[in-house]
């Protein structure tokens, strides 16, 4: 009992996320049952959750770094987009022979693209200071554009045929790309808490300048991470191309708020330098849950829409409670909540702009 | 003693840096599009861009005011939906139709979900981008839910809206065709002028400026966070709820699912104009710039031959170039006064 009361203590937001998903499961089964929980309904769920969480993978890692990367969705279509572009047939085309040279070609260029998209980023915030948000805002609209004038907006069909069964083909009835996924999780996972570039980018987001006097060549940390990022993006865009076996502009837009959704709700702090990538994992089941369960219901898109932004909000101020949950407790001020003085512990750029009231 | 410049006489101040290379981009830009093509200097193409830009320009001025407070507001677009789309409705169901009504009631409902979003930024502290992500599509969700997506065409429009529309300052009758300057022109005018003084000529413009500086010795010396952030993000919902109807009203057609979704192009406009995401600096002149260069891509660049499909890129490249000579040379600066900050 001590020793659970112990691990719950230790990691108060993975614990409440972890309740929450088990409450979820638990209000699932009970209504849906079997439409959700058979072997076929996790499949499809497994599928559609490995498009998303590579980009909340990359969400993560730059919101770890104390950014956020707004051009995650627009990066994997420009990158899905050259892949398709390569295996259309429209630059070199496509015969029985050469279908395989293709497959790889366009695998490449995806991962290229992404790469590049996440160094111009990483670029763009390290070398000339740029905000993150605005770096890729601006970015973000740059990617799409690239993409809209190689396109003029049509979608780009892939004509290499075992091109689709990438997300189609399954090892031991775990579909491909979900495996893809869960080795990129265990990946990230062990550099972020294994290696030294991971214990940098955790430190560059608690406290960037304390970083570089400590002799880290802190940019490169950042040029890493977006880099990083980018491959995560480029395999997202080929798994969103796979999956539709064409790719067009603004494909995953939608997945820009998702990302940020999951991210915030694993209880990475926006600020950086603080969240765990297994409460990550905790939080993509929960939503992808939820969102089969909106589905099996039929909710209109916007009442999803409505839904996550809620849940967006709703978790921040759990968040935010939970934070502060010890550290209310000696009631030494009792009427206004005053909690200035007491939220020291661990000094962060949000601490020291809190108000003396 | 130097003569001291037009500009200078005008708006008491230097022009920023900002300032003169958008200036500059404009003006190259123009030039390119005239020799191109003669027929983009006419009254017409500016009295159609004024109509088009002016709902986006006052929203700007929310924007702009959010920005300078050291937030970023991405539920803007949201609010002026919702409430556009909301005193519409209500308009309907009570069965009376009034321009000063709908206008009224779409920028009480726009300040009232502005306040929410301050509540929420101020009580819990969170990053201000996530908080309006949140209540822009929770907003926008909620109105679908309630009040469904219905469109209204033309003939569904309420007639003092269309009228409203399609009222003309002046209108100047050329041989075959007649072009007349919206009365849209005029609002704008009236916000441009209101969020100037209002920043400019207050304490609580001056308080904005404070906060969006820094926090912590805006409140060491007095001033209340939570009314000055109330004050920013009322003022903000209530421009968006006065575009609201504006932008309904112009296109005489009524979607509630539109304008979503443009609400980073908008900020990417105001920012380029110089408005620093830290707080503290932005300007209107530049904010109106940052607008001006937007809509000129949008609307001109059929006159250079080119389709609707190169907006982003150009808009974006110029963005992207500006951001980085602005942060460029903050950061020489920087390093010169040895400041290690990030920003």
């Known amino acids: ?357 | 003693m130097q003569r001291r410049s037009l500009f200078r006489r005008t708006f008491d101040r230097p022009m920023t840096s900002m300032e003169k290379y958008l200036l500059a981009i404009i003006l190259v830009y123009i030039v390119i599009v005239a020799v191109k093509n003669p027929q983009f200097f006419s009254l017409e193409t500016l009295f159609d861009m004024i109509r088009n830009g002016s709902g986006i320009m006052i929203l700007a001025l929310g924007v702009l005011v959010v920005l300078i407070s050291g937030g970023i507001d991405v539920s803007f677009t949201a609010i002026a939906i919702v409430s556009g789309y909301t005193s519409v409705r209500l308009m309907k169901v009570l069965g009376f139709d009034n321009l000063l009504f709908v206008i009224l009631v779409a920028v009480v409902i726009g300040a009232v979900l502005g306040s929410i979003n301050a509540l929420l930024i101020h009580f819990f502290r969170l990053p201000t981008l996530i908080v309006t992500l949140g209540t822009a599509s929770a907003f926008h969700g909620l109105m679908a839910i309630a009040l469904g997506t219905k469109t209204y065409t033309a003939i569904d429009v309420p007639q003092s809206m269309l009228d409203f529309g399609s009222s003309s300052l002046l209108t100047i009758s050329a041989e075959r065709s007649q072009y007349s300057l919206s009365v849209f022109f005029l609002i704008v005018l009236a916000c441009i002028v209101l969020t100037w003084f209002l920043l400019y000529r207050t304490m609580l413009g001056r308080m904005v400026f404070a906060i969006g500086s820094n926090e912590e010795s805006a409140s060491r010396i007095g001033i209340s966070l939570l009314r000055t952030k109330l004050f920013v993000y009322c003022y903000s919902g209530f421009l968006s709820g006065l575009m609201g109807i504006i932008y309904f009203s112009g296109l005489s057609y009524i979607n509630p699912v539109s304008l979503i979704g443009t609400e980073l192009m908008i900020i990417a406009a105001v920012v380029i104009g110089g408005a620093k995401l830290t707080g503290g600096e932005g300007t209107i002149l530049g904010a109106v710039l940052g607008i001006i260069i937007v809509q000129l891509f949008q609307s001109t660049l059929v006159f250079l031959g080119l389709g609707a499909s190169w907006n982003n890129l150009f808009f974006g490249s110029v963005l992207m170039v500006s951001l980085g000579i602005m942060y460029y040379r903050q950061r020489q600066l920087n390093k010169r006064s040895l400041v290690f900050s990030s920003n």
């Open chain 1, 1 to 357: 009992m001590r020793s659970l009361r112990n691990l719950v203590l230790r990691d108060k937001e993975l614990a409440v996320l972890v309740f929450m998903t088990a409450c979820v499961i638990l209000v699932l089964y009970i209504t849906l049952g079997q439409r959700l929980f058979s072997p076929t309904g996790l499949q499809s769920m497994s599928v559609q959750v490995s498009e998303f969480g590579f980009l909340a993978l990359a969400m993560a890692i730059a919101m770890l770094t104390g950014g956020i990367d707004l051009s995650v969705a627009a990066a994997a279509s420009l990158a899905g987009i050259m892949a398709a572009l390569v295996m259309s047939g429209q630059i070199i085309p496509v015969t029985d022979e050469n279908s395989g040279i293709l497959f790889v070609l366009g695998i490449v260029a995806a991962l290229v693209t992404g790469l590049l998209c996440g160094l111009l980023n990483g670029f763009l915030i390290a070398k000339i200071s740029v905000p993150p948000i605005l770096a890729t805002l601006s970015t973000m609209i740059l990617f799409a554009g690239i993409g809209m004038a190689i396109t003029t907006g049509q979608s780009v069909p892939v004509l290499v045929p075992s091109f689709a069964q990438l997300s189609t083909s399954a090892v031991a009835n775990i579909p491909l790309i979900f495996i893809m996924m869960v080795v990129a999780f265990l990946v990230v996972a062990f550099v972020l808490s294994r290696t030294r570039l991971g214990r940098r980018i955790y430190l560059f987001g608690e406290n960037e300048v304390a970083l570089r006097f400590s002799g880290v060549r802190s940019e490169r940390v950042i040029l890493m991470s977006y880099a990083l990022i980018g491959i995560l993006v480029g395999i997202a865009g080929i798994i969103m191309t796979s999956r539709a076996n064409s790719m067009r502009v603004g494909v995953g837009d939608s997945y820009l708020l998702q990302a940020i959704l999951v991210v915030v709700l694993a209880g990475f702090n926006p600020f950086g330098g603080k969240g765990r990538i297994i409460s990550l994992a905790v939080g993509l089941v929960l939503l992808q849950l939820l969102s089969t369960a909106f589905n099996a219901l039929m909710f209109s898109p916007y009442a999803k829409n409505f839904v996550w932004g809620a849940i967006l909000l709703l978790v921040m101020v759990l968040n935010h409670f939970v934070r502060h949950w010890r550290l209310r407790q000696p009631p030494e001020k009792p009427a206004p909540p005053a909690p200035g003085h007491k939220e020291e512990v661990r000094p962060s750029p949000v601490t020291v702009l809190i108000p003396n009231r």
